[in-house]
């Protein structure tokens, strides 16, 4: 034992999203915390992700500038940083002010090495030694999440939502003791609470049912849960200003006994559907149109392919919102010479139950759909996993079929 | 002679200041103007500044959450090279759209490196490498101005006007042809148009005049032209949007058959001054004072000692008004034990007569104070060069200051 330079002390890994750094009052607001919380003598590492709309708004540049092209991947990765940056550089500012020596680093400068794939890039590594380095000099560091730097010197963004997994991945590389994700909701709900007023919060969660709830009020990034289930890294996900208990997410063994048959009903919005139409029926025809659309980096969610008539078929599947035009296109090119057309829509959401005791259980789906029947909302795809259903539905239902499937499934009465 | 790539194509180094790429229309605009620019064969390099009034937005944010202290220079260094990433990202991709391949450089992957003076860096060498790589893929390159990394791996940058700077030390780090500087006014002026109705635009002036004048309307950067004379890089100054003529500044022996009297009339606002009161008139005192505003990357200007009384004397200095408040402080500090007090007043301007031709000829000084007099501009300092006449005055007695002198020395019939 010893109390010199060699001690190490725990590390804490903060992550603040744009709404709770949305302003400079709020940002000293948070500073004077973070100041706090160090002086109990936690190495603190915090991530910020870009202030309030700040990224909405460069996204909207880029497209006026760009005449009704896509703006370029990499030209967009550099601009959206400078969001982070912002915030970053700021929040050090604000946490010296506030009484405590702090240091801001960009993605590049807190080690973190991606691959190239612009918008959605994946950590390849993290360097520590620099992190290290300042934590020892006594400093907070303040990272500019969503960020990287490619090999070739390049910067790139992990996708939306990327600060989470900026904060996991930091927490994994510096074995801290939990990631502490602070955001305009208090923690994990049974639903959204903005849609269905009944919702109640969870203490805890498991990481496999948090991974399915990709959006559940908390707007988690799937990606970071992932990596904190891989790492085994307690995330817990509490309200920024409100000093109330928040949810943890962990892969505790106790999680076993409090199994629910559904935990949460989850919802995501701003989901969109191409649907290419009498596509040849025969082997390769799903790869080509599927690869080029990989190869851009853009994530496909449900495919579904209906059965052949006359050796043509229809093949749908969904991708985000912010993806539609740019898929539509690539889709159109792709598909120009097999299929009779390609159409999309825009305007959907998906509504999903989850629960790890659904894996056993029969009559969950059933339910479901005659939940969703009986409120009129008519499902567009259907899609399962073992621990969750999924229904596609139009984006203007969203809120009856979440109160409907939460009331179905007595999440109202829930004891947390 | 060879056709192939081995061919090296004239470079030509343009920049566009905040004005000109103050929104995204302004942005789509040049994009047009460079890719058409491109087609004739050269290869471009753009420097772009900042959007319109976002530096200034960024610092203000900056003292927002600093609490009345001075933001840290290392965070506001990566905070306001923000400003340039984002213009020259989003201007890479107007051009793209405009026709023509285009890639963004921050300094960083420009090769730009820098000392660690925080705020007013000085670039210790570019590594063209990657440039050169870009413009032989036949991209133009757009670099993010005013902005540089440190050996340690922080981003530094160049002080205001940096983009100048960047834009001048790329074109003599690429042997271009020559370096294009864009802005709101057309030209160098005998006066600021704004203020003095009568000025006219000069067709040429040489390095050691326009260097004299640091803010004529074109609001050069005094250090890009004295890099531009050092490395012989001539250096238009013309209008973002109107086709006209502009000015060109250069070393050219016909320079010597057109020297005029006084050349023109310049005027520098946001100047501050600090006295220091009753300070000990010993050796040594007066590097007591100013060698820890060089070492905190301060610029000090006029330096003016009165004579002794008693053993004690008065140091006047001029800083920029924006190194107003930190050189106070410093100064205050720094003066506690020697002096019996530092005042300060940011409220001033400089107005200057310039002219090759003065250097030799008696009388100028004698005519600019009775003009200063007769129009009654108080002078609060007085300091000269081989080529100029710098008077201190009030602020708000630059318009007449300057119509006054612009009168006296005839140059509104000056033919140009």
Redesign the interface.
Known sequence: MSTNSGETRPVIVQKYGGSSVAD??K??AI?RKISDRAETGASLVVVVSAMGDSTDR?IE??R????G?S??A???D??L??GE??A???????I???GHPA??L?G??AGIRTDTTHGSARIADIDVA?LRRELELGRICVVAGFQGLADN???TTLGRGGSDTTAVALAAALDAERCEIYTDVDGIYTADPRLVPSARKLAEIGYDEMLEMASLGAKMNPRSIELAAVYDVPILVASTFEDVPGTLIHGGPHMMEVRRAVTAVAVERDVAKITVRAVEDRPGIVSQIFVPLAEAGISVDVIVQNASLEGLTDVTFTVSKADFERTLDLTRQTCAEIAQDVVGNAGLAKVSIVGTGMQNGPGYAATMFDALSSSNVNIEMITTSEIRITCVIASSSVKKAANALHSAFELDAVDV
């Open positions: 400079a009052a940002i000293s500073a460069l540049m880029a006026e500038v760009s005449g092209r703006p370029e990499r030209e967009l550099t601009l940083s400078t940056l912002v970053s550089t700021l929040m050090a500012m604000a010296s002010s506030a240091v801001s960009s590049q400068q620099r010197e390049d910067v």
